[in-house]
Each structure stands twice: as C-alpha cells, then as structure tokens.
C-alpha cells in the first residue's frame, strides 16, 4: 500500500497529491547501515593528496661527505640521509586514495532509510514544479520562505533548470542536485528535502533497481 504525500507549487499553494512507493519512502530505520553509507561515502570523497619526500626527492648531493675510516666520525654515505636534518623522510604518507568498495544494494539501502526518516519527520516538501523566471537569487529566496525552508534546504530536480542553479549557488545552506545524484550525506546534512514531481518519479526509479 503506498502513502500519499501533498503537492504544492511555489507560493506553497496545494495543487494535488502524490503516492510514493514504501519500498522506498517508508522504510524501518537502521542507522547502523547509515552509519556504514556515511563512512564510505566520507572515504571516498578523502583528497588524498598528503605527500613527505623521500631521500630520493630531497635537495642534496648524492657525494660521501667524508671517507669511511680513520675520522673519527660515525659513517656516512649522503646528505640526504633520514638521519641528517633536512633528509628524507622514512614511510611518510604519500598519496593514495581512501575509498573501498561498498554494495550497492548497501548504499541504495542506506539512501531508502534517509529518505523515510525525512518523510517520518515531515521534512520533505513536494512540488510540482522548480521552474524560475528569473536567476535572482532575492527571488528564490523569497520562494524558500514562503515554502517555509529557511533553515537549510536540500533541493532535487530533474533536471536541474539553468535559473535554478544560478539562483540558488550563494544562498548559504541551500544545494541544489539531480535527484540521480542524490547522496546519504547530503540528506542528513540539510534540514528539509524538497523535490518536484519529476524528481521523486526519477529517484523512485534509481533506488528501485
């Protein structure tokens, strides 16, 4: 049986209803699976470009600096030795990536969860359509207002209008995606989740696969 949600257009005037599929929208929790999806999805965003150098990248001569025996001082081969100042440096990190592989039935799993938690809490609003006239942003932040998402607003259409987009990329707190591109990060970063029409149809299709 699936549940039904309202519809309202941009000055949040109630235009019809919409059922969504529980499979997707009305999932029991499990946060130990989310808690999994966010690690991973962290992993792998990781830049992973830390780097030291080793004895072969330092500045330096390669020379002997002073012959084996008879010196008095403990031998040497170089300068550039991780025992002398400014050497290199031994098993520093160098770059790598962070990521590991995670299933996809998991992560899909974990971005069911997110979603219905979302509904359960009646932080998602349902549109029938983002379509701007103008790429002002004053406008699209009056509209956020009368939609009643102030605090913080993750934004999902499909696709993404070219006004949209422009209006929306300096309003803090505010990110405006695909709804293919839809990550369990996100959805708990902001507060609200508001989609158009065409948005819930096409995440329903891509989390139902």
Do not use: C
Not at 30 to 59: F, I, M, P, Q, W
Request: proline share 5%.
């Amino acid at each position: 049986m699936s549940a039904t949600m309202k519809v309202f257009d941009i000055d949040r005037r109630e235009v019809g209803e919409e059922s969504l599929p529980p499979g997707i929208f009305d999932v029991p929790a499990n946060r130990a699976l989310v808690h999994e999806a966010v690690r991973a999805y962290l992993a792998a965003s990781r830049s992973g470009t830390h780097d030291t150098k080793t004895r072969a990248e330092v500045a330096g001569a390669g020379k002997k600096l002073w012959k084996q025996k008879k010196t008095g001082r403990a031998r040497i081969g170089s300068l550039r030795s991780p025992l002398w100042r400014h050497g290199g440096t031994v098993h520093g990190p160098t770059p790598r990536s962070y990521a590991y592989s995670f299933p996809r039935k998991k992560r899909t799993g974990a971005l069911r969860i997110a979603l219905s938690e979302k509904v359960r809490e009646g932080r998602v609003l349902m549109v029938n359509s983002l379509e701007l006239s103008s790429h002002r942003t004053t406008a699209f932040v009056k509209a956020l207002k009368t939609l009643g998402v102030q605090t913080g607003a993750l934004i999902l259409d499909e696709p993404v209008g070219r006004n949209l987009e422009l209006a929306a990329r300096n309003i803090p707190r505010v990110k405006v995606l695909r709804s293919s591109n839809v990550n369990v990060v996100d959805l708990l970063k902001y507060e609200y989740l508001v989609m158009t029409l065409p948005a819930a149809k096409r995440l329903a299709e891509v989390l139902a696969s």
